[in-house]
T-cell receptor
Framework: SQQGEEDPQALSIQEGENATMNCSYK?????LQWYRQNSGRGLVHLIL?????REKHSGRLRVTLDTSKKSSSLLITASRAADTASYFC????????????FGKGTTLSVSS | DAMVIQNPRYQVTQFGKPVTLSCSQT?????MYWYQQKSSQAPKLLFH???????NEADTPDNFQSRRPNTSFCFLDIRSPGLGDAAMYLC???????????FGSGTRLTVV
């Protein structure tokens, strides 16, 4: 069953601008993760935020998590053309023996 | 470099002709996953292995089988591929730590 829903589905920005993507989910989680997928390739893990964390940074990435609203956001600052990709949030359910559940993703296009 | 390798990158098979996709890892991760991703959709979990323990998702069709002969290798068998099985198949591994999943580059399956 699908857990995460990303918003917006597609986002087009200019180089240097910031990109914000949002994710909502339905059930309790251990952690939430963000992945990037270049066209026709596998997914690359970007960042993981645990359920007891509210914000996390990694380079130009900033992730927030609000467990009361069951939502997360991914901010990419000073975007580059190379950031063009699809971005997926994935939730790690608070349930033994389960695996990550992915949302539909946000397609980001950064033009130079 | 430690990695997850999927072969082949592209596979064309005939309708109804059995096909096997392979995945190998050098990470020595105990968990391996198979996801199916159709165009512009979220990756959907088919099954996963925790060591040799097989976990099948409830809605994974019986047409899909998997084998994990050892820690390093995992296979996805599609017994009678239909046109609806055309998709990208993604293999991933995890040590269940807080590092996220490591994905292979995927195998794009075409059914003709």
């Amino acid at each position: 069953s699908q857990q995460g829903e990303e918003d917006p589905q597609a986002l087009s920005i200019q180089e240097g601008e910031n990109a914000t993507m949002n994710c909502s989910y339905k059930t309790s989680i251990n952690n939430l993760q963000w992945y990037r997928q270049n066209s026709g390739r596998g997914l690359v893990h970007l960042i993981l935020i645990r359920s007891n964390e509210r914000e996390k940074h990694s380079g130009r990435l900033r992730v927030t998590l609000d467990t009361s609203k069951k939502s997360s956001s991914l901010l990419i600052t000073a975007s580059r053309a190379a950031d063009t990709a699809s971005y997926f949030c994935a939730t790690d359910p608070n349930q033994a023996g389960t695996a990550l559940i992915f949302g539909k993703g946000t397609t980001l296009s950064v033009s130079s | 470099d430690a990695m997850v390798i999927q072969n082949p990158r592209y596979q064309v098979t005939q309708f109804g002709k059995p096909v096997t996709l392979s995945c190998s890892q050098t990470l020595n991760h105990n968990v391996m996953y198979w996801y199916q991703q159709k165009s512009s959709q979220a990756p959907k979990l088919l099954f996963h292995y925790y060591d040799k323990d097989f976990n099948n998702e409830a809605d994974t069709p019986d047409n899909f089988q998997s084998r994990r002969p050892n820690t390093s290798f995992c296979f996805l068998d599609i017994r009678s591929p239909g046109l609806g099985d055309a998709a990208m198949y993604l293999c991933a591994t995890s040590d269940q730590g807080l590092h996220g999943y490591t994905f292979g580059s995927g195998t794009r399956l075409t059914v003709v």
